[in-house]
């Protein structure tokens, strides 16, 4: 059976709609992720307000699932472990390489930075 230019055509809009909306999904999961971290990071700065005032005392802050970071007390972060074990710690240490202090803030943004790059790269491989 030999297709007809119409039939090609549409078996192309047909393969086409499948991309997009396989890349929809995608792109809905990444957000419902940023919006996690969002929420992580709204309890992050909560916590940290608890510390003010609070000296000598090591704490610990959730900055993700099971991620963790030692806040200062001026709501600065400071990496717990010497291993990077994810983009949160990667991101960290990263940024502790062009400043003194790393502030939760610069932390996402980095990280959506990231997020930004990888799906910048996998739409162009996609091209």
């Known amino acids: 059976m030999i297709m007809t230019d119409n039939e090609k055509n549409q078996q192309e809009m047909i393969f086409q709609l499948q991309m997009f909306e396989q890349q929809i999904d995608q792109l809905q999961q990444q ?39 030692n806040p200062n007390p001026d709501k600065s972060l400071e ?3 010497s291993k990077i074990y994810g983009l949160t710690h990667l991101s960290i240490y990263i940024l502790k390489k062009f400043k003194k202090k790393v502030y939760e803030k610069e932390v996402v943004y980095l990280i959506n930075l990231f997020q930004i790059l990888i799906m910048s790269i996998g739409y162009l491989l996609l091209l």
């Open 31 to 69: 957000i419902q992720a940023v919006e996690q971290a969002v929420i992580d990071m709204k309890t992050l700065n909560y916590d940290l307000d608890e510390l003010v005032g609070k000296k000598d005392k090591e704490i610990l802050a959730a900055i993700g699932r099971g991620i963790f970071a």
């Open 79 to 81: 990496l717990k472990y």
